[in-house]
């Protein structure tokens, strides 16, 4: 079975700084990786993926992750951020076959500060 | 349609009643997910459809809690004899495994039990 520990679950930071939202899988099989948003009130959307290939991916909103198999780590980035990226933040884990869920870590709670 | 809809969007219900909940995936989407998420927690996963599979019904809390999936599409999450503790944020998602891993979100029902 999969699992995903978020190691953080708040992150204050100030406007413009630069930002590391944490993420640690486990899992016997390869796996796809991703990051989602959740906005205030609203559901949940791709940041980014990890599938195969490139271990650095970007994504939107100027954010990037870089998956490492080594460390089975999936840690989230962006170099300076704004009051906008105030949100949650989801790390999530599936089998690259088919039929298998997603599983979702805890989140993060992303809180930019003025 | 172009996104997965979720409705009511809000439901506010008494104690002991019951209430469903209704998804209607991305057309073609063969994958379902139902996730529950309370006030200040991450996401906690219910059950998933995938095609014509059993369901991966794992992750309901209780005897209390069901869903069905008709026809490939449209599903519907039941709570019966709801508790206050069923008071949260019920997301639904749906994907393509076939096209891409990604799950896509709707904007959830919030249920209140009173």
């Known amino acids: 079975a999969q699992s995903v520990t978020q190691l953080d679950s708040q992150v204050p930071v100030f406007e413009e700084a630069p930002v590391e939202l944490r993420c640690n899988y486990s899992?016997?099989?390869?796996?796809?990786l991703f990051w989602y948003v959740q906005y205030p009130n609203q559901g949940l959307q791709l940041l980014l993926k990890?599938?195969?290939?490139?271990?650095l991916v970007k994504g939107i909103n100027g954010f990037e992750a870089e998956f490492n198999k080594s460390q089975t780590s999936f840690h989230l980035r962006k170099p300076s951020v704004h009051i906008s990226d105030t949100a949650e933040y989801f790390c999530?884990?599936?089998?690259?076959?088919?039929?298998?869920?997603?599983?979702f870590g805890a989140g993060t709670r992303l809180f930019v500060k003025a | 349609g172009a996104g997965v809809s979720q409705s009511p969007s809000n439901k506010v219900t008494e104690k002991g009643k019951d209430v469903e909940l209704r998804c209607d995936p991305i057309?073609?989407?063969?994958?379902l997910y139902w996730y529950r998420q309370s006030l200040g927690q991450g996401l906690e996963f219910l059950i998933y459809?995938?095609?014509?599979?059993?369901?991966?019904k794992s992750g309901l809390p209780s005897d209390r809690f069901s869903a069905e999936r008709t026809g490939g599409s449209v599903s519907t999450l039941t709570i019966q004899r709801t508790q206050q503790e069923d008071s949260a944020v019920y997301l639904c998602?749906?994907?393509?495994?076939?096209?891409?891993?990604?799950?896509?979100f709707g904007q959830g029902t919030r249920l209140t039990v009173v």
């Open positions: 998602a749906s994907s393509s495994p076939q096209l891409s891993p990604e799950a896509f």
């Open positions: 899992s016997s099989v390869s796996v796809y």
């Open positions: 990890y599938l195969s290939g490139s271990t």
């Open positions: 999530a884990v599936k089998r690259n076959t088919g039929g298998f869920k997603t599983i």
């Open positions: 057309s073609g989407h063969t994958a």
């Open positions: 459809f995938q095609g014509n599979s059993a369901p991966d």
